[in-house]
């Protein structure tokens, strides 16, 4: 007996078992996306070492409370029955095409958009009927692993900050000072002066000392340098007294003549 088991873990040592690894990834699998945003996450399918797949059926399931799907765009170059089937009611996604002529290293199936609905936590995983296929139709997938996204509640918009219109200037004007003409009365030589107060002729340009008592003699008609000399308005009287009886004297002689 006990040289049987022996002989069965040398076999194990010797012989092991070959353990299929093909898998599917979501890339980034995780982050945080704000309400109301789209973010986008890569689905790529991963041959194990040594394997070639050929085809690949594609099962995604999402919260619709949390996530939208709002499209799936596959690579080029892949041969499809059927386009994309996306439930935004159900929360899935299926796809299912072959890699001609079969994929050996990591290789892109297609880009998932998201959009983000209200806040929480959006587990993204792949669903049971997810498959890779290999040249004889065996199924080479093992547990994919899916995706854990944050959605955060929206951030309120900025108020807009209002900028105050700038203080009017308060520049003083200093007036500038102007020299003014003060515009005075120049004495003439006949208006009376006080006693001592000098007047001034533009056009001798000399001065005169008039006393109050040389104008109180020249009102009453009396000469300074003559005390004894007439008034000059009885020689005016005896002019006038005179031309009267000149007139009267031609007017009686022309009525002598006529008679």
Do not use: C
């Not at 009267?248 to 002689?253: E, I, K």
């Amino acid at each position: 007996m006990k040289k049987t088991q022996y002989i069965l873990l040398s076999l194990i040592i010797v012989f092991p078992f070959t353990v299929s690894a093909a898998t599917f990834t979501l890339s980034p699998n995780s982050g945080n996306f704000q309400e109301g945003n789209t973010f986008t996450s890569i689905v790529s399918v991963n041959p194990a070492a040594g394997e070639t797949i050929t085809a690949a059926q594609l099962s995604i399931d999402f919260p619709v409370s949390n996530l939208e799907l709002v499209s799936f765009t596959p690579v080029t170059g892949l041969l499809a029955p059927v386009a994309p089937a996306i439930d935004n009611v159900a929360g899935t996604l299926s796809y299912t095409a072959a890699f001609l002529p079969g994929i050996t290293t990591a290789t892109t199936f297609g880009t998932i958009t998201f959009r983000a609905k209200t806040d929480g936590q959006a587990q993204v995983s792949f669903g049971s009927d997810t498959k890779l296929l290999d040249p004889t139709n065996a199924d080479k997938q093992v547990a994919s692993t899916g995706a854990n996204y944050t959605v955060l509640v929206q951030a309120p918009a900025p108020t807009p900050s209002v900028t105050p219109p700038p203080a009017p200037s308060t520049t003083t004007i200093t007036p500038t000072p102007t020299a003014s003409v003060i515009e005075t009365a120049v004495p003439t030589g006949n208006e009376p002066e006080e006693d001592g107060v000098a007047t001034t002729t533009d056009e001798e340009n000399s001065t005169t000392t008039v006393t109050n008592a040389q104008l109180a003699a020249a009102a009453a008609g009396v000469d300074t340098g003559s005390q004894n000399s007439k008034p000059w308005y009885y020689i005016l009287a005896v002019i006038v007294l005179l031309l009267i009886l000149a007139a009267a004297w031609r007017r009686w002689g022309h009525k002598i003549r006529k008679s």
